[in-house]
């Protein structure tokens, strides 16, 4: 997402207000928290996003990544941390494209994940990164050798199998390649996947027996790339499609399915019906194209794939802008019932709101943020002993302009529309980011 300095803004969005970077790495113990935190939550909430050290950056995607972290343990919230991620980038102001294209070189701004006993930092055109469980820096993870590209930073670990499911795109052949990690962490399946050129494939999704690639016309332009910036651009005549394989299947195995023209950053969930792959995602039209002022707000959509007739049908689920869709963790390719989203404001991808969706009606209740607070990407942690698909909480990182302060603010999932069940105040403030994960003990 990118726009212009104007003499009203003299800073692109991504330098200014609570997306500016902050400086100090902290931390501090035994927080003070309003209201009650749940027991039975042990574990540390960690959210990724770009954090330039120079206070610079060409574009809010291509900044070194800071993480934040809370840790929560019998009701209390024991520490709160902020660190780098460290890697060589750190040490050049505007690291070069040069630097950039080494696959060890990892801005790793975008996500954190665990599995298998390691938590990961990722971005999606480098190897990911370990780090601790206290946010110190391991260094790259390579699956004891077997990775010899980049990973997206957006992987899916199914709830069934424990496997790790996760792909890497490229600006040259080989464009698209596709791996399956066992739950041990184990990397035991790649496979290169024929598509036509480079593409921006940020997500991708999976149900019980497939993956889902999303084969969509933002491409590269190498010239683009080396002036600077991300180095895409939106091209019509490449045309959009979803392309289908069973998990442990190979290229020729893919069914694609042509879609309108549009982008989707981010997919909420995929799952099988019948003779039919459902795929929800938030759709962009008229991204990154040659009018484009700024970019267009993603909206809710649902994809319908016909896997013996190949016929494939779109609808809309909503007209607001929103993104960063999640669910559950349980469900990940799994049928499921409900979705949340955060809402971005008109101008700049701002969070105003949370959402929940009751996807099979599309109805939905909401959390809006009141006096000029602003959010991240809301992430479901499950209760102990739930015994409904929504009995857990949100996390999210709240931004407070009166004080300049963030907190961790935990919402009753089954009824987002209350007050925070606990909001833990942080010394410091979160900057609007990226990804995160709740990784329990």
């Known amino acids: ?18 997306f500016a970077p902050v400086f100090s790495e902290t931390t501090e113990h035994n927080l003070s928290v309003t209201g009650t935190i749940p027991t039975e939550l042990k574990g540390r909430y960690f959210r990724n996003g770009a954090n330039p050290p120079s206070g610079k950056s060409e574009d809010w995607f291509l900044a ?26 750190l040490e050049e102001e505007t690291p070069s494209q040069e630097s950039r294209m080494k696959l060890e070189n990892s801005i790793a701004n975008t996500h954190i994940v665990g599995h298998a006993g ?48 996760f792909f890497g795109y490229s600006f040259m052949p080989p464009f698209l390649t596709y791996h399956r ?41 190498m010239k683009l790339r080396m002036e600077g910036g991300l180095g895409i651009r939106f091209d019509e005549e490449y045309g959009a499609r979803l392309g289908i394989m069973p998990r442990k299947g190979t290229s020729n195995d893919v069914i694609w399915f042509e879609i309108d023209p ?39 959509y649902q994809w ?22 999640r669910v559950p963790d349980s ?30 009606t599309g109805s939905k209740t909401s959390h809006h943020l009141k006096n000029g607070r602003t959010g991240s990407e809301a992430v479901f942690v499950p209760a102990a002993g739930g015994t409904s698909e929504d009995d857990g909480y949100l996390m999210s990182y709240v931004h407070d302009p009166a004080t300049d302060k963030s907190d961790l603010i935990i919402l009753d999932a ?10 833990i105040h942080l010394p410091a403030r979160v900057p609007a980011g990226f990804h995160g994960s709740w990784i329990a003990d």
Not at 304 to 325: C, Y
Not at 414 to 423: C, G, R
């Open 262 to 300: 549009c982008y989707i950053y981010h997919t909420m969930n995929a799952y099988e019906d019948g003779d039919e792959v459902v795929l929800d995602g938030c759709r962009l039209v008229g991204y990154m194209t040659e009018d484009m002022v700024k970019p267009p707000l993603p909206m809710l």
């Open 331 to 360: 469900k990940v390719g799994q049928p499921y019932r409900y979705g949340y989203t955060a809402e971005f404001g008109q101008e700049t991808p701002t969070v105003v709101a949370f959402h929940k969706y009751d996807m099979p």
């Open 1 to 18: 997402m990118t726009t212009s300095d104007t003499a009203a803004n003299p800073k692109p969005f991504w330098l200014s207000e609570n």
């Open 64 to 89: 070194c990544g800071m993480i934040h972290g809370v840790e929560l343990d019998g009701g209390k919230a024991t520490w709160y941390r902020n660190r780098y991620v460290q890697t060589p980038l």
């Open 118 to 165: 390691k938590i990961l930092a990722l971005a999606e055109l480098s190897l990911p990164i370990e780090v601790s469980k206290d946010l110190d820096t391991h260094g790259p993870y390579t699956f004891d050798g077997k990775l010899k590209a980049n990973m997206t930073a957006h992987p899916k670990i199914c709830p069934v199998t424990g496997e790790m499911l």
């Open 181 to 221: 990690a066992s739950a041990s962490g184990e990397l035991i399946q790649t496979e290169i996947i024929d598509v036509k050129g480079g593409t921006m494939a940020h997500d991708f999704n999976i149900t019980e027996n497939f993956v889902i690639f999303m084969d969509l016309p933002i491409v590269f332009d």
């Open 414 to 423: 089954k009824n987002i529309e209350n007050d925070p069940i606990a909001v």
């Open 304 to 325: 319908r794939m016909n896997l013996k007739t190949g016929a494939v049908s779109e609808r809309q689920i909503d007209d607001l802008g929103v993104d960063f869709p």
